[in-house]
């Protein structure tokens, strides 16, 4: 008998070989880090999560789960960095670990039925995931959650870290995803092609690479770029820069229509260069409009993925690079824009500098670059399909910011979507709105005159440091306001549009005080910049539970609190004071008053430039304003300009969109707020009607049947024919009317005709005193519609009280009688109105719509008895649930947009059908 073979290592020094291995395979993939993550490594702190990356996805189907954790393995088995972990130190490394099972996380909320619990499960499920730290020393940097909504419904979260991994890679590990859970699943086992390097390669030939001469040149070329005394961008921001540097941040999306995309991929074409270029230009333009600085550093991602061995791995290989421009040096766009693009290809030949090489250089050391960021992302597009699934992206809410302001434009089908990410610490929602609407307005504006000057500052930082960077002390304002020896308590407030209000609380209610008194006594004792632009008196302070001021139960002002009397010389000089009214939410100007000492600030001012530009066609700075600031001097300025009065009733608003566009009577904001909810294919215009008796006492028409005429004409610029879809608010609908009746005697098509809170007659006055309506309404509505009526009840009662004295003065001689331009507007407006409704040929056959507020309480077309014997196909009548002053306020607006949006989109479909 032979004997059996023994066995040559004992279990124990085989687990110990084993170990042995494993260290030796570690130590030969340990690593220093990349240059790309060292400028990482020093931002962040071990548990930071302002690096954290992700994706969401919602499946509908039935899932293998064992499945998609072994194709997950599969792709952490091929890419070694996301199985590395980092070690601190003064250098620190990277090694890579062996692979290890992988698990995902499984979560059931299956058994929640409620719709609402199901939104907020996903959304805290896709925070908690998002927010939570990695151990960067010792754990693997990608984490992948399965949140189970049902049987066949699933959400999938995918959460990596920035240092592992960049905006390419994701749509890597997307793509690889797909590919190994079809794999898997169907048993066909077609490997991928091999990986021809690992991240850790990449990182030592990155180190030998960037050495000697091949360094020496590259910092040559860079010192030279960026010599000199090199400014900061200073943004003009809505507070204060912090003490701390903060990351907190918040972004806002815009889109620009294929209509628009395609306009500047052929003026790129034209000019030579890429649509990376000008959109770059385009922003660096807006900066240089908003900060006045002439010295211009954009940073620009990189992909540092100039190798094609790299095109197929994960990890971070992004450079940032600033792009300085001196904008003073180009006397038009077209030679800045060609300039540029020779900087940027020579960037391209030096992109191979790091970022953090280029902060030691001397004259940068104090200079803080991370201000503005400019990127057009290339990378390819999450395409992520699992085989027998319905797969739908969603966003992950990622409230952070690096960057001051970023601006990051992704090509999404035939649109490019501008997304602008910001530090909410620096600026406010509705400031960084602006921006990208300035932005797109630019950029149309920018193609479309290649050759414009570039004379913008240099629709002076004195008064932007005044408004937005000094730190006002509301507090100081209202204790010099209580030295009024007629004030008892007084209120400051700063309003979303960025105007000092002021509330005040007189020590005897009778007692009258005028805003231009109050205004002359602050003056003097306070700057400029700190004077209220309004005054409004209260009974007494509203107060909280705790005695404390409730500062949102304040009054809404109406920015027209100080006495003025209008004496505007002319039609340019009545022209710009419209056009500061409505940027400045405050009515009437006088041609004599100071833009600034209004309330007016850098933000606004460069909103009243473009207003400016678009409606005289002209190139103005900044500068213009601040030594020409009130309406009769900025007029001189246009007139030694060679402009002239060119008033336009039409207003473009929406100018993108293939549907038939839609003409808006009412106020620009209201269409502003309309357009939003009327989708980005909506062409809409809007027609300023709204101050008629000003166009007929100023000799801009003399008959309301004139401006109806010249609105038409303007109309007819934009849309030569029918079929035409018109839409008024409220009183404007007289224009609108009369426009309409032109309309029928030139034999044009009406597709629609939607009136919006429009009171047609008595009726209303009937149906709002019954007690019936009062309580339909209450029961809708709540509680607040007990305060709505109240407010305005106690005005009128006050009002009453005043008419009388008045009347009483009048008949005793002590005071002459006199109609205010409102009560003409009226009279006017009615008295038309009613003789217009005794004609039988100016209405459109079909499709008229009434959308009403409910608190009106008109449901059916009965209601509208003058109406109704003058349309033969019966009216449509929605209804709207809130009041009449907030139709254009979130909700109502959105029910509104909604509303109309379905009307429109069947005339298109009727429209195509014919």
Not at 281 to 305: D, N, W
Not at 458 to 485: G, M, W
Not at 690 to 719: H, M, N
Request: with cysteine; proline share 5%; net charge neutral.
């Amino acid at each position: 008998m032979s004997e059996k073979p023994t066995k040559i290592f004992s279990e124990d020094k085989r687990a110990m070989l084993a170990q042995l291995l494993q260290k030796e395979v570690a130590k030969s993939k340990t690593s220093p880090l990349s240059f790309a993550q060292q400028r990482l490594w020093h931002l962040i702190s071990q548990n930071s999560t302002l690096y954290n990356m992700g994706m969401a996805f919602r499946l509908y189907g039935t899932l293998d789960i064992a499945i998609l954790e072994k194709s997950c393995q599969a792709i952490i088995q091929r890419h070694e960095i996301l199985r590395t972990t980092f070690t601190d130190g003064e250098q620190p490394l990277q090694t890579v670990q062996p692979p290890l099972p992988f698990k995902i996380k499984v979560l059931d909320s299956s058994k929640e039925s409620n719709g609402q619990q199901i939104v907020a499960t996903i959304n805290n499920s896709l925070i908690k995931e998002i927010e939570q730290p990695f151990q960067l020393t010792q754990e693997s940097l990608l984490r992948v959650t399965l949140l189970k909504l049902a049987e066949t419904e699933q959400l999938l979260i995918i959460v990596t870290h920035h240092i592992v991994c960049d905006g390419w890679s994701l749509g890597i590990f997307c793509r690889e995803l797909s590919e190994y859970y079809a794999t898997f699943l169907t048993g066909n086992l077609t490997a991928l092609a091999p990986l021809p390097i690992q991240y850790s390669d990449f990182v030592r030939w990155q180190h030998q690479h960037l050495q000697g001469e091949r360094l020496q040149s590259h910092l040559a070329y860079w010192q030279s770029y960026l010599q000199g005394d090199l400014l900061a961008l200073l943004l003009p921001t809505d507070r204060p820069q912090p003490l701390r540097q903060t990351y907190q941040g918040q972004h806002a999306y815009r889109s620009i229509s294929p209509y628009l995309v395609e306009k500047c991929k052929l003026f790129c074409q034209q000019q030579n260069v890429t649509l990376f270029m000008m959109l770059l230009a385009t922003f660096k333009i807006l900066l240089y409009r908003y900060t006045g600085q002439e010295q211009i550093i954009v940073c620009v991602p990189f992909s540092g993925r100039e190798k094609t061995e790299t095109e197929g791995l994960i990890g971070y290989f992004n450079n940032i690079l600033p792009i300085y421009s001196n904008l003073s040096h180009y006397p038009n766009f077209q030679t800045f824009l060609n300039h540029l693009r020779e900087t940027v290809l020579a960037i391209y030949q030096h992109q191979e500098l790091p970022y953090q090489k280029i902060l030691e250089f001397p004259n940068l050391t104090h200079v803080p670059l991370n201000r503005a960021l400019f990127a057009l992302q290339n990378v390819p597009q999450q395409s992520f399909e699992l085989r027998g699934m319905s797969i739908e992206s969603m966003e992950i809410p990622k409230e952070t910011a690096d960057f001051e302001l970023s601006l990051s434009i992704v090509p999404v089908a035939e649109h490019l979507q501008i997304t602008l990410r910001y530090k909410t610490a620096l600026f406010e929602p509705t400031t960084v709105a602006q921006i990208l609407e300035h932005y797109q307005c630019l950029l149309e504006r920018l193609i479309a005159t290649p050759t414009q000057p570039l004379s913008f500052s240099t629709h002076c930082l004195d008064y932007q440091s005044s408004f937005n960077k000094a730190r006002i002390e509301l507090t100081e304002i209202e204790v010099v306001l209580c030295q009024h020896p007629e004030i008892q308590e007084a209120i400051v407030i700063v309003t979303e549009d960025k105007q000092l209000v002021a509330y005040f609380v007189p020590k005897m209610a009778t007692q009258i005080l005028s805003p231009n008194e109050l205004k002359d006594f602050l003056q003097g004792k306070l700057p400029n910049y700190m004077l209220p632009s309004s005054f409004i008196k209260l009974d007494a302070s509203p107060l909280l539970p705790n005695g404390r001021i409730n500062r949102y139960h304040l009054p809404i002002s109406e920015h027209n609190q100080l006495d003025y009397s209008p004496t505007i010389g002319d039609k340019l000089e009545f022209q710009l004071t419209k056009i500061w009214e409505k940027v400045l939410k405050i009515s009437p100007i006088r041609p004599q008053d100071n833009f600034f000492e209004l309330g007016g600030h850098s933000w606004l001012a460069v909103k009243l430039l473009y207003q400016i530009e678009a409606a005289f066609n002209v190139n103005l700075s900044l500068m213009t304003l601040f030594q020409s600031p009130t309406i009769r001097q900025f007029a001189d300025v246009l007139r030694e300009a060679g402009c002239h009065e060119s008033w336009r009733l039409l207003e473009v608003i929406q100018p993108q969109g293939a549907h038939i566009p839609v003409f808006f009577f009412g106020p620009s904001q209201f269409a502003q707020a309309l357009a939003t909810w009327l989708g980005p294919e909506q062409p809409l215009y809007g027609l300023r009607v709204s101050d008629f008796e000003y166009l007929l006492s100023r000799g801009i028409a003399s008959t309301v049947e004139e401006i109806a005429k010249r609105c038409l004409q303007e109309i007819q610029t934009v849309q030569a024919e029918g079929p035409y879809c018109i839409v008024s608010y409220h009183h404007h609908t007289l224009a609108a009317l009369n426009v309409v009746r032109q309309l029928h005697l030139q034999q044009q098509e009406i597709a629609l005709f939607a009136l919006l809170d429009a009171f047609v007659d008595d009726l209303r006055h009937k149906s709002y005193s019954r007690l019936r309506h009062h309580w339909c309404n209450f029961r809708e509505l709540g509680i607040t519609y007990l305060f709505y009526k109240l407010q305005p009840f106690f005005k009128r009662l006050i009002s009453v009280v005043y008419q009388s004295v008045l009347e009483l003065k009048i008949r005793l001689g002590l005071q002459q009688h006199a109609v205010t331009a409102e009560e003409v507007s009226n009279r006017l407006s009615i008295n038309t109105f009613y003789q217009m409704l005794g004609s039988e040929n100016f209405l459109p056959r079909d499709r008229i719509i009434f959308l009403l507020s409910s608190e009106w309480r008109f449901q059916k077309s009965t209601d509208f008895p003058k109406w109704e014997n003058l349309i033969s196909d019966g009216l449509k009548i929605g209804e709207i649930k809130g009041y009449h002053h907030r139709l254009f306020v979130e909700p109502q607006v959105k029910i509104l947009g909604n509303r109309l949006r379905e009307f429109l989109e069947q005339i298109e479909i009727e429209r195509r059908k014919n």
